[in-house]
């Protein structure tokens, strides 16, 4: 069974970089074809798409956040990563790492973390 | 890029069905049938029930299924029941190998 966890600090100050960490258990991240996600929901709100990242390295963003993203992996460490820098309270959301199913586009979500709270507030 | 338009809100008798449609664009829903549906438990991560515009992962109720024509994906809940009052999802990949979600449609069984 493949699962989730997203780890970091739950309280960030604003203009500093908000950190995450995935780590995957029952699969390899460097298994064929799967990418591996950000996804974010403000309190009371829908899905935001953040970007994703495959096991070389590649990475796609969204284009509304891509000038302040970073997705990361460490295969050996079976972890992905979340960098998102100058947050300010529009950054407050529980934060989802999850598995992307690869083929023929990489789009949709299979496994999902439990989702972690970061609130940005001085 | 723009998030997919879905209704804020429907609802439903018990026993009855229901759709929740997911608009985009050509640049999305329409041209491709890559289409999936999350369903979402308050306090709860989102679950896939649908991908590829019709296809239910194993272990998903065959009351739930998906369809699209044109630019517009619907997601029908058959069969209301208690257990599927939630918020409901849709997404679609776009053109340039992003991802896009619609803004979430709240389920309530009456």
């Known amino acids: 069974q493949v699962q989730l966890q997203e780890s970091g600090p739950g309280l960030v100050k604003p203009s500093q970089t908000l950190s995450l960490t995935c780590t995957v258990s029952g699969a390899s991240i460097s298994d064929s074809g799967y990418y591996w996600t950000w996804i974010r929901q403000h309190p009371g709100e829908g899905l935001e798409w953040i970007g994703y990242i495959y096991y070389s390295g590649s990475t796609y963003y969204n284009p509304s956040l891509k000038s302040r993203v970073i997705i990361l992996v460490d295969t050996s460490k079976h972890q992905f990563f979340l960098r998102l820098s100058s947050v300010t309270a529009a950054d407050t959301a529980n934060y989802y790492c999850?598995?992307?199913?690869?083929?023929?586009?990489?789009?949709?979500?299979?496994?999902w973390g439990q989702g972690i709270l970061v609130t940005v507030s001085s | 890029q723009s998030a997919l338009t879905q209704p804020a809100s429907v609802s439903g008798s018990p026993g009855q069905s229901i759709t929740i449609s997911c608009t985009g664009t050509s640049s999305d829903v329409g041209g491709y049938n890559y289409v999936s549906w999350y369903q979402q438990h308050p306090g709860r991560a989102p679950k896939l029930i649908i991908y590829d515009v019709t296809h239910r992962p194993s272990g998903v109720s065959n009351r739930f299924s998906g369809s699209k024509s044109g630019n517009t994906a619907s997601l029908t809940i058959s069969g209301l029941q208690a257990e599927d009052e939630a918020d409901y999802y849709c997404d679609s990949c776009t053109r340039s190998s992003t991802v896009v979600f619609g803004g979430g449609t709240k389920v309530t069984v009456l």
């Open positions: 999850a598995r992307v199913v690869p083929a023929p586009i990489p789009y949709y979500f299979d496994y």
